[in-house]
């Protein structure tokens, strides 16, 4: 698997190029919300020090969107939206990432194996 800065970078872009809002380092609306919805949907697979690093924040912003996530979901109107569509590309890049690592390891199992193989063959 690339490292998590990689595939976090990945599902920031993606996320930014469905939603079409820019990725530009601002406090304003909608951007801000944007960032926490990301923030919230990688939470549960990566830390908050490689989730800031990649928003360009503190990672106190990220324990501020931790913090207001229910709130941000009842009440912040699209913030739902975007925490979805983030959550979903969170799941796919990973498992696609995940699933990746796993092929290039059979890869290095099956080259093994047909060394061992040829050598046994030519005994």
Known sequence: MKNNSEVIEKIVKNVHCIVGIPMINTRRHPHSQLRAAIAMA?????N?????KSLQ???TAVSYYKRTHDAN???WKNY???????EEQVAYVYDV???K???????????LLL???????EG
């Open 73 to 75: 979901l009842a009440y």
């Open 57 to 59: 924040r503190d990672r």
């Open 48 to 52: 908050s020090i490689e989730i800031s």
């Open 80 to 86: 739902k939206q975007f925490y979805d569509i983030a």
């Open 97 to 99: 990432e995940a699933d």
């Open 101 to 111: 690592s796993d092929l290039e390891l059979i890869d290095r199992k099956i080259d």
């Open 115 to 121: 060394a061992q193989r040829k050598k046994l063959i």
């Open 42 to 46: 990688l939470t549960p697979r990566f």
